[in-house]
């Protein structure tokens, strides 16, 4: 249970960034205290000061001013080896972007017993349990690499709690979960906070704000002080779903197999997925983590090639086909893929520079930079941005060409509740616009927005489905 004695605290914390052209200032003046054994959220739009409070708190970055506490030392004061020391036995800290918390060669396992070497918990659930809650416990032989996102995500979180800190600091954790993995993972995270544990998590994701103890809004690098659900923003608005432009087919998959080999496993990516494509509509393709979306995306993009199966584009084969450029197919991958020598603009152009239709894009250009909350922030470097920003930028550098296809994976996993409204909007609106979206996702509000609902599980798709208002799942007939 939640005591008033803090674990962490923040006295008059400003935090400030130079950027090649300003001086960002993150943080002004936070004062917070954090409760031993509670869940605090922190909220608040993208670039609000989240993820510089959390990088703070953990010790990997030094305020401007001010004083970060934790368990009564001033982390601001150290030198980097007691800062290490503290990072090793004290504070767990998960990143946002689920492969930056492994060292690649090595496996689920490995991870673990390092993180166990700094243990202090004499009680509380082992590495085998934590595996075993996070529903990951047959994967801990298999490098990260070999791990979907979501199943990244829970191994990053399970050897963050492995090494028993006094407090966790997590970016984001439940971003790229499925509703049923970010369910096992909070289960945990509320059953470890029994013993005492601490945990501020920047979240955009409501069962994380529900479930919290303590909640924190953040705006412009200060704390809030009125109630939540107040932010005001551009929102969006989204052409009602229909029938599309229909007609023939942009892309056309028929039989697609994928397996891959771990070691002496057999895992099944993809298993005989049929899918029709047409241009504008929006299909929402939903599952759990590891169910194969991405490498469905993959495929489609040519980033990787199956086992068996067709891929038919515009009634032609792939192999007839040469090789497409960013008008033809346009991709938003999880890691984004963003250029850091190019400022946020120049990112947005890259396609039409490639396209030698740089001019003639430059009012699409404008209404991207609008539409997406990206116009103050164009100057900038993708680095000098939040992470919620540079998905924003990645999906307006897929838009820019009105492509016959867009494949976005997971594109509002980092966005706020009005942001993940407004990427929606995008889409749908790309959609109207004549593009095939499609889209995977496991946010649940996309079925507002698609034409048509595919659930994966297993590698396997079941098509026609349609999200109803009581959650439920209907059958819906696919349009020939």
Known sequence: MPTER???????????????????????????????????????????????????????????????????????????????AVRSSTVGFVFQRPSDNFVPYLTVDEHMRLAARATKR???????????????????????????????????????????PAIIVADEPTAELDSRSAEDLLAVIRGLSEHGVAFVIATHDPGVTRMADDVVELDHGRVKRDSLGSQQGIMIKAPEPGPGAGGDSVAEVSGLTKTYRRGPEEVHALDEVSLRLAPGRMVGLMGRSGSGKTTLLNVLAGWERADAGSIFWLGDLEARLPERRWHEIAVLPQKFGLIEELTVRENIEYPARLHGSLESARKRIEELLGALGLEELERRAPSETSVGQQQRTALARALVLRPRLLLADEPSGHQDAMWARGVFGCLRAAAADGTACLVATHNEEVSGYVDEVVRMANGRVEQGLEASPEGATVKRSIPG
């Open 122 to 164: 004499v009680d509380g659930p082992g590495a085998d349990e934590l595996l075993d809650a996070l529903g990951i416990a047959h994967r801990r032989d298999h490098l990260p690499e070999e791990l979907s996102g979501g199943e990244q995500q829970r191994a990053a979180f399970a050897q963050a709690l492995t090494a028993g």
């Open 6 to 84: 803090p674990v962490a605290a923040c006295q008059a914390l400003v935090k400030t960034y130079a950027t090649a052209s300003e001086q960002v200032q993150a943080l002004r003046g936070v004062d917070l205290s954090f409760r031993r054994g509670a869940l605090a959220a922190v909220v608040g739009a993208s670039g609000s000061g989240k993820s510089s409070l959390l990088r703070l708190l953990a010790g990997l970055d030094l305020p401007t001013s001010g004083k970060v506490l934790v368990n009564g030392l001033n982390l601001a004061a150290m030198s980097p080896r007691r800062l290490r």
